[in-house]
T-cell receptor, first 111, second 111 residues
Framework: EAAVTQSPRNKVAVTGGKVTLSCNQTNNHNNMYWYRQDTGHGLRLIHYSYGAGSTEKGDIPDGYKASRPSQENFSLILELATPSQTSVYFC??????????FGPGTRLTVL | QQKVQQSPESLIVPEGGMASLNCTSSDRNVDYFWWYRQHSGKSPKMLMSIFSNGEKEEGRFTVHLNKASLHTSLHIRDSQPSDSALYLCAASVTNYNVLYFGSGTKLTVEP
């Protein structure tokens, strides 16, 4: 099965601070995704990437940036964190078959 | 408007009973449906996928798809307490490696 890891697993940040969430996959998948999960909203797509150097906006990109420096790594950046960005963030990777494999998640609290 | 709608929001079934979950898409370009299961505090994991009209069975799990109405359903027979989880339905569009998730159905199987 695909191996996707995320760091940190838990993060407490202050309003206005910068937060970087990291994701690494060892399956050589071209596609990587960042979601947030809030009660009642399922998984909402923030940014995704089709390969190193590419990033695309998902359904809720405002307030987030993404970076894909290599095939294995995909980062989500909150330049100015706000309390509304308190959530659980999941990274996923996927190949040509469209099935996605999820990392363990990062719980972010913005105070 | 959310592209994927799931019902019911929550469902309680007795151990050994049948659980039936529903999912519909409003996008006529959808060609593939996925069912993911997420246990509390864990990441989503793919359960089953379907793209052809009809049904697909894997053990205690059966998925139905009606492509004309873009409706899929997941049925779990002989439900077990370990089946208690959030069930997420996702849809994808031809040649587009992005999944659109519904808000989920929370299933509780009572011993």
């Amino acid at each position: 099965e695909a191996a996707v890891t995320q760091s940190p697993r838990n993060k407490v940040a202050v309003t206005g601070g910068k937060v970087t969430l990291s994701c690494n996959q060892t399956n050589n998948h071209n596609n990587m995704y960042w979601y947030r999960q809030d009660t009642g909203h399922g998984l909402r797509l923030i940014h995704y990437s089709y390969g190193a150097g590419s990033t695309e906006k998902g359904d809720i990109p405002d307030g987030y940036k993404a970076s894909r420096p290599s095939q294995e790594n995909f980062s989500l950046i909150l330049e100015l964190a706000t309390p509304s960005q308190t959530s659980v963030y999941f990274c996923a990777s996927g190949g040509t078959g469209r099935e996605q494999y999820f990392g363990p998640g990062t719980r972010l609290t913005v105070l | 408007q959310q592209k994927v709608q799931q019902s019911p929001e929550s469902l309680i079934v007795p151990e050994g009973g049948m659980a039936s979950l529903n999912c519909t898409s409003s996008d006529r370009n959808v060609d593939y449906f996925w069912w993911y299961r997420q246990h509390s505090g864990k990441s989503p994991k793919m359960l089953m996928s379907i793209f052809s009209n009809g049904e697909k069975e894997e053990g205690r799990f059966t998925v139905h798809l009606n492509k004309a109405s873009l409706h899929t359903s997941l049925h779990i027979r002989d439900s077990q307490p370990s089946d208690s989880a959030l069930y997420l339905c996702a849809a994808s569009v031809t040649n587009y490696n992005v999944l659109y998730f519904g808000s989920g159905t929370k299933l509780t199987v009572e011993p």
